[in-house]
């Protein structure tokens, strides 16, 4: 399956803290014109990398346990998780060829 899937709260341990692959995810709101910006890309290298890192989507206004716990305070903020735990992050529209980069280095 292609494109992120939607990650809540509640299902944040099972679906990233729990996986078995890394996971890069996407915290947004459905206000945040950057956000809006980056999806599509995001989207893209799910396609690329799939059954290699998991993508999630975590809406903050509706979510924002999750993203106070991991110091979210500006959106879009990319975290990488490997192992349970946040390895890197991005924060901002940045361009594909700059998360591709991260996404490699999770990967290795």
Same mark, same amino acid.
Request: proline residues 4%; without cysteine.
């Given at each position: 399956m292609s494109g992120s +899937?939607? /990650?809540?709260d509640a299902s944040f341990e099972t679906e990233v803290i729990k996986s078995g692959v890394p996971v890069l995810v996407d915290f947004w709101a459905e206000w945040c014109g950057p956000c809006k910006m980056i999806a599509p890309v995001v989207d893209e290298l799910? #396609? #690329?990398?799939?059954?290699? +890192?998991?993508?999630?989507k975590l *809406? /903050? *206004? #509706?979510?924002p346990t999750t993203a106070a716990k991991y110091g979210v305070r500006s959106i879009p903020t990319l975290l990488f998780f490997k192992g349970g735990k946040p390895v890197s992050s991005i924060i901002g529209a940045v361009p594909k060829? #700059? +998360? &591709? &980069?991260r996404l490699d280095q999770v990967l290795v």
């Open positions: +899937i939607p /990650v809540t799910s #396609e #690329e990398y799939a059954g290699k +890192i998991a993508f999630h *809406d /903050v *206004d #509706e979510n060829r #700059e +998360i &591709k &980069k």
